[in-house]
């Protein structure tokens, strides 16, 4: 399975982790990534703390608690690769129900470019494997 198989078709919840450059650390609600044929991700992110964040700090986590009973999901480590200028991808990205107005009020948006560095079950140390195309 590929990392863009496993998100378009499992379900839950994530949350992206980071820390600022002395290590203080913030975590908050993020969807599904986006998620490229060569194996990296983008999340579309606003101007808040987790933002600021990655752009002193590259590394984060991406938590995923997949809907069901138990603890299902996946820990991704991650490592800002970059930022894209794709205003078509951050449009798709965006909540579609927000108004232009409204999405403009929440401030600037960033599509921020990982790689995946190492990818864990949720529970364990036992590593998941996802293939690239």
């Known amino acids: 399975m590929t ?10 919840t994530g949350i992206l982790s980071t820390a600022d450059s002395r290590g203080k650390v913030t975590s908050a609600i993020y969807a599904r ?9 983008t999340f579309l992110m606003r101007e808040r703390l987790s933002y600021k ?8 986590t991406y938590l995923f608690i997949e809907t069901g009973a138990g ?9 800002k690769i970059g930022e894209m200028d794709d205003p078509q991808l951050a449009q798709q990205m965006t909540r579609s129900s927000l108004t232009p107005e409204q999405d403009q009020e929440k401030g600037p948006k ?13 529970i364990g140390a036992a590593e998941r494997r996802f293939n690239n195309p």
């Open 71 to 79: 603890y299902q999901g996946t820990r991704l480590y991650l490592k």
């Open 3 to 12: 990392l863009n198989d496993y998100f378009t078709h499992t379900r839950g």
């Open 53 to 60: 964040n990655i752009c002193t700090n590259p590394h984060a």
């Open 110 to 122: 960033h599509l921020v470019r990982f790689q995946v560095e190492k990818s864990l079950q949720l």
């Open 33 to 41: 990534p986006t998620v490229f044929a060569d194996g990296t991700l």
